[in-house]
């Protein structure tokens, strides 16, 4: 039986940030790294409005195919590739039930997904959902093909105070079993929202089968990253001082804060420590 999606949060970057270009930013800070989309076959998880599918198909990918949940926002995303003159495919998926609908792809995004996999079957375990999200990654691509996956970060030290999707305090500082039984004492539902270190998703990303990891740190977040780095430096706080940016674009993606949070990268950077606001990881099949 399928589960009954809870309303998703998703950035509808087009009437939001209207200066703000997100999916051909993030696609070309992919490039950096070797990722490219061109005369790819392009499958974006969990696509929301549909601006990195969009972006890919604008940029020449052989096929761009959005998967969602929410028929209302697989409907904008038609409406915005047609009004751009491009294809996209548009499917409603439930990504903890993979679909044989689902095409072939040589490259697949979650970006902003996977956190919310618990939320979909309240009688599973989390971690296990989560993985059966990235078995569907993993069975929709060909061999050799690349996931890139995006999320936050539990051990920044906002989330670990806060959590940042439902508010409760250090439910990302201690045990999940602990964690759960504080949030049932504080609003009487359980914890569900899993966030996990940038070593703990490379953990469910290899039980799901996935070899070949590459971790990289985005300033400042998966969403609306500036730059993607396999480590952070000193020398990044240097390259973001020099980007010339809109007023809007610089208020979205980096915010008022944006130098204590590249020092205090940096710093732990120094010791090892994996600390940012938000982890991509490029995963290979």
């Known amino acids: ?44 998880l969990g696509a929301g409005y549909g601006s990195i599918a969009i972006a890919a198909a604008q940029a020449g990918a052989a096929s761009v195919v959005a998967c969602d949940a929410n028929i209302d926002r697989l409907r904008e995303v038609a409406q915005r590739a047609a009004q751009a003159g491009i294809e996209v495919d548009t499917r409603r998926e439930n990504l903890l039930e993979p679909s044989s609908r689902i095409p072939p792809a040589d490259l697949a995004l979650l970006i902003g997904v996977v956190e919310y996999a618990g939320l979909w079957d309240s009688q599973s375990p989390v971690e296990q959902l989560q993985t059966q999200v990235f078995e569907t990654a993993y069975r929709a691509l060909e061999t050799g093909g690349v996931l890139i996956f995006g999320s936050k970060n539990r051990a920044w030290p906002r989330f670990l105070f806060k959590d940042a999707h439902t508010g409760r305090p250090f439910v990302n500082s201690i045990p999940r079993a602990l964690a759960d039984m504080l949030s049932r004492r504080i609003d009487g539902r359980p914890y569900r929202h899993y966030l996990h270190t940038p070593f703990g998703w490379g953990r469910l990303l290899r039980a799901a089968g996935f070899r070949n990891l590459t971790i990289y740190y985005p300033y400042f977040s998966y969403q609306f990253p500036v730059r993607i780095v396999e480590r952070p430096s000193f ?20 915010g008022s804060l944006w130098f204590p949070k590249a020092l205090l990268m940096a710093l732990a950077s120094l010791v090892h420590v994996p600390l940012s606001q938000s982890v991509i990881i490029k995963a290979e099949k």
């Open 1 to 44: 039986m399928s589960p009954a999606y809870p309303t998703i949060p998703a950035r509808d970057d087009a009437a939001e940030f209207p200066t703000f270009g997100r999916g051909s930013r993030f696609l070309s800070l992919l490039e950096g790294v070797g990722v490219v989309v061109q005369q790819r076959r392009v499958l974006d």
């Open 235 to 254: 020398r990044v706080i240097c390259d973001l001082w020099r980007l010339q940016l809109h007023i809007d674009e610089r208020a979205v993606a980096m």
